[in-house]
């Protein structure tokens, strides 16, 4: 699980992607491309942030691409996206 990229459902219903870092049973854990490089290297970095499991998403090229689109025209839709 850990690097696999996800799309993340932020405050005010932001889609972001971003990247899986850990997770536990009712939390996964969040961070970015250039914090995970960190990480990943044993170096000092922010810390991942913690999402609930129901604000996790499954990655698709083809949908992110579009996200920004999608979101600017009010036609993002939630219940179409995959729990991770």
């Given at each position: 699980?850990?690097g696999?990229?996800?799309i993340?459902?932020?405050?005010g219903?932001?889609?972001?992607v971003?990247?899986v870092?850990d997770?536990?049973?009712?939390t996964?854990?969040?961070t970015n491309?250039?914090?995970?490089q960190l990480?990943n290297?044993?170096k000092?970095?922010l810390?991942?942030i913690?999402?609930?499991r129901?604000d996790?998403?499954?990655?698709t090229?083809?949908?992110?691409?579009?996200?920004d689109?999608?979101?600017?025209?009010?036609?993002?839709?939630?219940?179409?996206?995959?729990s991770?």
């Amino acid at each position: 699980m850990r690097g696999n990229i996800v799309i993340i459902r932020t405050y005010g219903d932001v889609p972001l992607v971003r990247r899986v870092w850990d997770e536990d049973d009712s939390t996964i854990y969040i961070t970015n491309d250039e914090q995970f490089q960190l990480l990943n290297e044993g170096k000092e970095a922010l810390e991942p942030i913690g999402f609930p499991r129901e604000d996790v998403f499954k990655y698709t090229p083809d949908l992110a691409a579009a996200m920004d689109q999608l979101v600017k025209s009010g036609k993002w839709d939630w219940n179409k996206l995959a729990s991770f």
